[in-house]
């Protein structure tokens, strides 16, 4: 009984420790991304894991945004991008649920206590 109580507690931890690894979201995915005046515009991703290390960049109006501070650990990702409008700089925090070849994000503006909410997808 005993051995199988010691095997048992081997596989959970084997299954724990797999489920526990992050997602892996490397690869390029494609967003329609609410903006101020309500329309939409498709966003590209591309990111790169590195153990719980993200990097990568968003598609902006005039080139690419590199991501700064990402993180993914286990199915959360998260990461900063800084943009400027007419000289001024403005922090979106954005934080994603990966699901299979979507991931949910919710985007936030520093100092703004409203979010934006948006699908994400892998690109085939």
């Known amino acids: 009984m005993k051995g199988r109580t010691v095997l ?3 596989v959970l931890a084997l299954v724990s420790a797999v489920s526990a690894q992050a997602a892996d979201v490397t690869g390029k995915w494609i967003a329609q ?3 101020r005046d309500g329309q939409t515009r498709e966003t590209t ?3 790169k894991v590195d153990g719980e290390k ?3 960049t968003m598609s902006g109006r005039d ?3 590199p991501l ?3 993180k993914v650990q286990g199915d959360a990702i998260s990461f900063v991008v800084v943009r400027s409008f007419g000289g ?3 922090k979106i ?3 994603g649920k990966v699901a299979g070849d979507e991931i949910k994000f919710t985007s936030q503006r520093e100092g703004s206590d409203q979010a934006r909410e948006f699908t994400a997808n892998r690109a085939k």
């Open 93 to 95: 925090s954005d934080k």
């Open 33 to 35: 991304v609410p903006g």
């Open 8 to 10: 048992l507690l081997a």
């Open 54 to 56: 993200l990097t990568g």
């Open 63 to 65: 080139a690419d945004i």
């Open 88 to 90: 001024n700089e403005m």
């Open 45 to 47: 991703f591309n990111f």
């Open 68 to 70: 700064q501070d990402g």
